[in-house]
């Protein structure tokens, strides 16, 4: 069982730039991809990036350019680096990690709210 906690989230201007952190409960090494995901209200939700063990990277074309996804092995965390932000980048974030495990497993955070203000 892989836990999650996802901080940094808060009420950012539009244009402005946040953090988001996952830590995870045990090592990156062993999850086979990390993501971002969030869900807007009314809206099901969506994968805003993902980094799988090998460094494979991969964003939604709505946050290309300014979301930057990254993790640090050492200190078993993902982080999600948002810039110019837009009102509707507003939502609920999670953080996901997926492992390969007799099958796949799939641990979500509980989430954490960005709002973006104009």
């Known amino acids: 069982q892989v836990q999650l906690v996802e901080s940094g989230g808060g009420l950012v201007q539009a244009g402005g730039s946040v953090r988001l952190s996952c830590a995870a409960s045990e090592s990156i090494f062993s999850i086979n991809v990390m993501g971002w995901y969030r869900q807007a209200p009314g809206k099901q939700r969506e994968l805003v990036a993902m980094?799988?063990?090998?460094?494979?990277?991969g964003y939604a074309d709505s946050v290309k350019g300014r979301f930057t996804i990254s993790r640090d092995n050492a200190k078993n965390m993902v982080y999600l680096q948002m810039s110019s932000l837009k009102p509707e980048d507003t939502g609920v974030y999670y953080c996901?990690?997926?492992?390969?495990?007799?099958?796949?497993?799939?641990?979500w955070g509980q989430g954490i709210q960005v709002t973006v203000s104009t």
């Open positions: 996901k990690a997926r492992l390969l495990r007799l099958g796949w497993s799939d641990y």
């Open positions: 980094i799988n063990s090998g460094g494979t990277i």
